[in-house]
């Protein structure tokens, strides 16, 4: 005989994700019940905690999450473009969440330790390679970040064009770039070194010097300045 599927109304009205989280606060919900107050609904033949605990678990945790293309999510059974946007945009505001803070204070950086903090909740978990320019002011505060290229880089690609025009635009008076190495070895490639000699040589000659190169790893980090790349 074919077990019955637990429904979320079969289940205790205080211990309800949502029951709980006006009662309770949204501190006490787990992630599984947080992603299901999110996803709303299940799929045929399963609620919708035990969907949201099944996505957890097959995107290999919130770290996964917020690295899983739609191409990701969708492969998940059940999961069609109604949900997965969902999961995708909660994935976004994430990422976006954890730089507001960056973009609203405008922090004085002084190393590149202090920068690499910043970087690392949006930069050490992406699964492809992300160029990131940092626009400074005469203070040395963050007046601007962007991420200028995406996909594997090489010189060929990282175009000085495109990074000093937003930085000219910017008002700039010095940048910095920064991009990870989704294997978590943040060790800069000849071609990392290369790209960052070209910019420094273009900076010096429009007057927006390139301060450093920030490569980011797993919570690990290497400064082509503190290498004397620069």
Known sequence: MKEKTLKILDIPKSERPQEKLISQGASVLTNTELLALILRTGVKGENVINLSQRIINE?????????????DIKSIRGIKDSKGSQILALAELVKRIK???????????????????????????????????????????????????????????????????????????????????PSGDPTPSKEDIAITKRLSDCGKLLGINLTDHIIIGNNKYVSLREKGII
Do not use: W
């Open 59 to 71: 995107l290999n945790g919130l770290d996964g999450i917020l690295t899983a293309s739609l191409e």
């Open 99 to 181: 730089t507001l803070k960056t973009k609203e204070l405008n922090p004085r950086i002084s190393n590149p330790k202090e920068l690499a903090k910043l970087l690392y909740p949006e930069m050490s978990c992406l699964n492809q390679e992300i160029l990131k320019l940092i626009v400074l002011n005469t203070k040395n505060e963050i007046v601007k970040t962007k991420d200028v290229f995406k996909g594997g880089l090489n010189s060929s690609l990282v175009h000085p064009r495109e990074i000093f025009n937003e930085a000219i635009k910017s008002s700039a008076a010095s940048i910095i770039i920064s991009h990870n190495h």
